[in-house]
DNA sequence: CAGGGGAAGTGTTACGTATAACGTCTTCTG
DNA sequence: CAGAAGACGTTATACGTAACACTTCCCCTG
C-alpha cells in the first residue's frame, strides 16, 4: 500500500505487484517484451490500474534529460489566428508523443518577461513567431533548438524558419485588383515591425510599379479596429491627390475597422472602394459585404513549424519550402469605377 | 569548466566559483543572506553569469516535489475569449511565481486525448472550464487541485467555481429589451452541452414570464457564423406565430451569423429587429450596427480563476461571489415597432 | 579564559524514474 | 550430458537540485 496522502510511486506499484520498480518501468514502459511474462507484466498493469498511478514526470524528465514538451511563442492571442497554429502544431507533435506548451507574449506595455521562467517547463525546443518580437531576446540566450515562423530567413543567424508565402499573397491581391482596373491605392499597414509586414509592402509596391499610372499611398495603424478606424479615415479626409479606389489592409482586422471609417465617410464597399484583407479570420465573413482577403492557413502553419522542429530534435533536414496561401474573393472588391 | 556540449549544472558553477554545489543553491535560490558572505555570493552569480548557467527545471520538481505550474483547459481558441482569460489568469500567476500551460481540447471530431499526457509538463493544479466537457473526464481522475470556470457549483463535487454572473446578465438583456417594448422574443442557443447557456436560458425566460403577453421562441446553433446564419434562417421563415421583434442570441459569434440571416430575408437592424449578444468581442463593433451585448471581462475571469487556485494550493478559502458583467448597449437595439 | 553564539560554509541525502549490468533457472542442442 | 542460449527477472546507479545537519572559525561576553 502507497503512503497516505501522496501520489502512488512505481517502487509502490512494484510492491502491490510483488516485482521489482525496476520491472515496473519495463512493464509500464512497453519495453518489456522478451523481458518479463506476460503474466507478471498483467499483474503490474492491474496493480497501476488499481493504485492510480501516474508516472512523476518531472522525475521522467531528468532522467531522459528530455521532455517531450516544446514552447510555441506566439503574440497576444488577440484573434483565432495562432489558436490555429497551436492547433496544428500540437497535432503534430502528438503524433510524436510531444506536448504543447503556449506562451502569448504579454499584450500591451513592457517588455515580456523572461518566457521560459514564466512556462516553469523544461523544454526540447521553441517555436517562435516573429511578431512576439519582444519576447525573442529570452529566447536567444538558451541553446535549445528553434524554429522561427514568419522571419527573415537571411535574418535568423542559422535558426530555421517556416513561412507563409506572404509575397505571393501582396502578389495576388495587386493582380486581382490591377485585372479589376484599379490604380490608385491605399495600403492600410499594420503599425508593427515585423518582417512579414515589410514583405507585404515590397511586394505590394514592386507588383503596383509593373503598371503605368499607378499611385500608392501608405497609412500605418495599430492592428485594431479602432486604430483602422482613425488611420483610414484620417488619410482618406487629408486631400493629397487622387482619391484611392482600392484599400489594401494587412489584416481582417483592420479592414473592418476601415470598414467603420469608409462607412461614416460614406464611401460605399465595393461600389465607392475596394477592400482587402489578410488571414481570413471568422471576421471576413461577418463583414457586410464580406471580404475579400488573403487566406493564412493556419493550421499547416503550426504543422509545418512542428514538423520543421522535430526534424531539427531528429537530426533530419526539415521540409523546405514557403506554405502557399490563397486569395478568396468575396463582395468587397469590384471593377474600379471610372 | 564544464563539459563540452552539455549544459553547465549547479556543480560546474560551483567549481567556477571555487565553492560547493550547496552554496551555489543558496546563492541563487536567494536564501544565502547570514549563510554566505556577499563577495562569495557574487562570485557565484558571476560564475554563473559566465557560464551561462540555468537551472534544470526537471530537477528542481523532482527535488521540490511542486512546479509551480499550472494547467489551463479550455475550449478551442476560435474566439480570442479565451486568449483573455489565459492572460488574466498567466499574470496572477506571475506575481506569485507560476506559469500557466494552456490546454485547448482538440477542435472537432473525437474525445480530447489526455491533457495531462499532452502537456508533459508536471502540475500543480488545474483550472477547467466547463466547456472544455470532453476533456473533463480525464482530469476527474487525478486528485490535483482543481478549480471550474463556468461551472454549476452544486455540481461540481466540491471543486472550487469560477463564476461570471451570466445570469445577471440575461436579466440585464431582458431588462433591456423589455423597456424598449419588445414582448416577442427568439433566443438564438448555443448548440453546447453546458451549464452556463443553461442558465441564460432559464434566466431569460424566468425574466420575461414577469411581463404579461411574452413570447419566446427558442432556436439552436453551434457556436460558428454559419451555423448561427441558418438557424436563423430556419427559424424566421417557419411561419410560426408572431414574429419576433428581439433576437437575444448566446454569443457575439452566433450574432454576427444572424445579422446575415437577417440582412438576407431583408429585416434591417435594428428598425425591424433589435439584436444582442453576449462576450463583446472585438467583432461586436465591426458589425454594422454596433452589436449590444453583455460584456464579459475575460481578464478578471481568469485573474480570479487562478486567484481560487493559489488559494486552494495555499490552503486558504478562495474568494466567493460571481464576477459582474455588464450591458453595453450599442446600435443593434431600438424601441419595438408595434 | 571558558564558552556561547553567529557567520560562513561543506557533506550528504532524497526526490522518482529509466536503464545498464548482472544473476538465476530452465530448456535446448550437439 | 556439457554447456550455450534464452526467459525472467533483480540490483544498482545516475540524472540535478534543495535542504538538513554538521563543522569550523572567530568574536564577544562574563
Redesign the interface.
Known amino acids: 500500500m502507497a503512503r497516505a496522502g501522496t501520489r502512488p510511486t512505481s517502487r509502490d506499484v512494484a510492491q502491490a505487484a510483488g516485482v521489482s520498480q525496476a520491472a515496473v518501468s519495463l512493464v509500464l514502459g512497453d519495453k518489456w517484451r522478451g523481458r518479463v511474462s506476460e503474466t507478471t507484466a498483467e499483474r503490474v498493469r492491474e496493480a497501476a490500474r488499481e493504485l492510480?498511478y501516474?508516472p512523476?514526470?518531472?522525475?521522467r524528465?531528468?532522467r531522459l534529460g528530455r521532455?517531450?514538451?516544446v514552447l510555441l511563442v506566439v503574440p497576444?492571442?488577440?484573434?483565432?489566428f495562432?489558436?490555429?497554429v497551436?492547433?496544428g502544431a500540437?497535432?503534430v507533435?502528438?503524433r510524436h508523443g510531444?506536448?504543447?506548451?503556449?506562451y502569448?507574449s504579454?499584450?500591451g506595455v513592457g517588455p515580456a518577461?523572461d518566457p521560459?521562467?514564466?512556462?516553469?517547463?523544461?523544454l526540447d525546443g521553441v517555436i517562435a513567431s516573429s511578431m512576439a518580437a519582444d519576447a525573442l531576446s529570452a529566447i536567444r540566450?538558451?541553446q535549445l533548438p528553434l524554429v522561427m515562423l514568419d522571419s527573415d530567413p537571411r535574418g535568423s543567424h542559422g535558426a530555421v524558419t517556416v513561412n507563409l508565402d506572404i509575397g505571393d499573397g501582396a502578389r495576388q491581391v495587386a493582380d486581382h485588383l490591377l485585372a479589376l482596373g484599379h490604380r490608385h491605392f491605399l495600403h492600410l499597414a499594420a503599425d508593427v515591425p515585423s518582417w512579414t509586414f515589410e514583405v507585404r509592402a515590397q511586394e505590394l509596391a514592386a507588383r503596383l510599379a509593373t503598371v503605368a499610372g499607378t499611385t500608392l499611398r501608405t497609412a500605418a495603424a495599430p492592428i485594431?479596429?479602432e486604430g483602422a478606424l482613425t488611420a483610414t479615415e484620417a488619410a482618406l479626409t487629408a486631400p493629397q491627390g487622387r482619391r484611392p479606389t482600392a484599400l489594401v489592409c494587412d489584416d481582417d482586422?483592420l479592414a473592418?475597422?476601415a470598414?467603420?471609417a469608409l462607412?461614416r465617410l460614406g464611401l460605399r464597399v465595393p461600389d465607392d472602394i475596394s477592400v482587402t484583407g489578410v488571414d481570413d479570420l471568422?471576421?471576413a465573413?461577418?463583414?457586410?459585404p464580406e471580404l475579400t482577403t488573403i487566406r493564412l492557413d493556419a493550421e499547416t502553419f503550426g504543422e509545418r513549424g512542428m514538423a520543421a522542429l522535430l526534424a531539427v530534435l531528429e537530426g533530419r533536414t526539415p521540409e523546405e519550402g514557403d506554405i502557399p496561401v490563397e486569395l478568396v474573393v468575396r463582395g468587397s472588391t469590384a471593377p474600379a469605377t471610372p
Open positions: 492510480g501516474r512523476n514526470l518531472a522525475a524528465n531528468l521532455t517531450r514538451t497576444a492571442l488577440t484573434t483565432e495562432f489558436g490555429g497551436y492547433t500540437a497535432r507533435a502528438a510531444f506536448g504543447v506548451v503556449l502569448p504579454p499584450e518577461r521560459f521562467a514564466s512556462a516553469q517547463a523544461a540566450g538558451d485594431s479596429i482586422k473592418a475597422g470598414y467603420k462607412r471568422g471576421l465573413t461577418a463583414l457586410d
